[in-house]
């Protein structure tokens, strides 16, 4: 079985700051891991993944994530937010065995104040 | 490049009316899924089609039904609808039809009330 858990529903960040989005993931099996965004009244679309290879991943729109499987986290970084950065941002595991669909956490809304 | 096509966008319902959701994708991929946004709880996967001919129940599938109609179109049934199936829905699709390791695209979803 996969879950994933995102800690935080919300996280404001002033603009030109660090933003932290945290995921942590459980898998039985070797995961894949994405990052989704949502920008309002639409569907999502794909930030970046995590597949095997390099844990450092890098992503649209500066983002990156670093896979740490000692943790089992999955963590979306961006040095500096931008207004436009706001939106609500999923994290996701998958697997190539089992059920053949990704597993979503519950979401994080960032916000960014001027 | 329409990409996944969802209609209708906006729907509202008695309870106990029937109603079907439609989805189509252009980008020939093998896998299709139907997935509920409800807030705080992320989305939460219905039913997926792994393959044309092939469906599949995913977490929340009780009170929905769904069929391949072919590679490009995945419908989704309410039956008998309920005020617990106001949501919004979201159709994707992808390439893979082995493990569930590639990117989704997604439709812009179809929000629907119960009253």
């Known amino acids: 079985a996969q879950s994933v858990t995102q800690l935080g529903s919300h996280v404001s960040v002033s603009e030109g700051a660090l933003v932290l989005l945290r995921c942590n993931y459980s898998?039985?099996?070797?995961?894949?891991l994405f990052w989704y965004v949502q920008y309002p009244n639409q569907g999502l679309q794909l930030l970046l993944k995590?597949?095997?290879?390099?844990?450092l991943v890098k992503g649209i729109n500066g983002f990156e994530a670093e896979f740490k499987k000692s943790e089992t986290s999955f963590h979306l970084t961006k040095p500096s937010a931008h207004m436009s950065d706001a939106a609500e941002y999923f994290c996701?595991?998958?697997?190539?065995?089992?059920?053949?669909?990704?597993?979503f956490g519950s979401g994080t809304r960032l916000q960014v104040q001027p | 490049n329409a990409g996944v096509t969802q209609t209708p966008k906006f729907q509202v319902l008695k309870t106990g009316q029937s109603m079907t959701l439609q989805c189509a994708q252009d980008?020939?991929?093998?896998?299709m899924y139907w997935y509920r946004q409800d807030p705080g709880m992320g989305l939460r996967l219905i039913y997926y089609s792994a393959s044309e001919g092939t469906t599949d129940k995913g977490e929340v599938p009780n009170g929905y039904n769904v069929s391949r109609l072919n590679k490009r179109e995945f419908s989704l049934r309410l039956e008998s609808a309920a005020p617990s199936q106001t949501s919004v829905y979201f159709c994707a699709s992808s390439v893979s039809s082995g493990g569930n390791t590639g990117e989704l695209f997604f439709g812009e979803g179809s929000r629907l009330t119960v009253l």
């Open positions: 995590y597949t095997t290879g390099a844990t």
């Open positions: 898998s039985s099996v070797p995961p894949y």
């Open positions: 996701a595991v998958g697997s190539d065995t089992g059920r053949r669909a990704l597993t």
């Open positions: 980008m020939n991929h093998n896998s």
